[in-house]
């Protein structure tokens, strides 16, 4: 099974920023993949913040409108770790961010949002906390 682990989560004022990581992302053969990060505050459903998939030379990303312009998603496939970069961090970015994975599915994110039936496989989800 794929095991994927988190880190980089913390607090941090307004204003800052956090690189979070997602340990285990790996890759299929045929270069079809989806992945992507999750945001779930209390009380409140998981939602789609970046996500990113490939499908032979061609590649889609999503990026939720209240994030756009502040964070970026890239993965580094050497060391099978997925990134989030998140600068200009706002209190209500506040929650527990989830990576999720599904090799070899493609998800057209031209065409669409992020949906959590997307992805088979979760990280165990890291806190981020935002102070104003």
């Known amino acids: 099974q794929v095991q994927l682990v988190e880190s980089g989560g913390g607090s941090v004022q307004a204003g800052g920023s956090l690189r979070l990581s997602c340990a285990g992302a790996?890759?299929?053969?045929?270069?079809?993949?989806?992945m992507g990060w999750f945001r779930q505050a209390p009380g409140k459903e998981r939602e789609g913040v970046a996500g990113l998939s490939f499908i032979s030379t061609s590649s889609s990303t999503y990026y939720a409108d209240s994030v756009k312009g502040r964070f970026t998603i890239s993965r580094d496939v050497a060391q099978n770790t997925l990134y989030l970069q998140m600068n200009s961090l706002k209190p209500e970015d506040t929650a527990v961010y989830y990576c999720?994975?599904?090799?070899?599915?493609?998800?057209?994110?031209?065409?669409?949002?992020?949906?959590?039936?997307?992805?088979?496989?979760w990280g165990q989800g890291t806190q981020v906390t935002v102070s104003s």
């Open positions: 999720a994975t599904n090799p070899g599915y493609y998800c057209d994110y031209a065409r669409r949002s992020m949906l959590v039936s997307d992805f088979r496989y």
């Open positions: 790996r890759y299929t053969y045929y270069s079809n993949d989806c």
